[in-house]
């Protein structure tokens, strides 16, 4: 099993849009298998910033405010009579990743795989105070 700290410390800049992405795939590789086919077709996008719109609509102050986000049906809110949907994607938002990072000092690939986890969490259809009851318990 990788280190997750192994794959952050080659950065000596920050690391691109690409990058970002490679590690949150990383991350989502080693999910235990019970979930993660249940994560299978849920797409990851990785932006620089979320757009105009998703800011207002999430009463953001600012861009900054939000390194990830999902985008789709919660599987607790599907039926077998929906009709077809877009596809479930994961955003995450690579200078407001790069700011924590900077501010935290938490290793990247930790902070990536907790941004990506926590959007996945959303996937399963759990609140943000569902997820952070889970993070504290695992902590």
Known sequence: MRQWGMVASRFTTPPTLEEIAALAEAALGAIPRRLARHVAGVGIQVDEFPDDETVAEMGLESPWDLTGLYQGTPLTQRSVEDTARLPDLIFLY?????????????????????????????????SDADIEALEAGVA
């Open 94 to 126: 690579r200078q407001p990743i790069l700011a924590e990072w900077i501010d935290t000092g938490e290793d990247l690939s930790r902070l990536v795989a907790s941004v990506l986890i926590h959007e996945i969490g959303h996937h399963f259809g759990f």
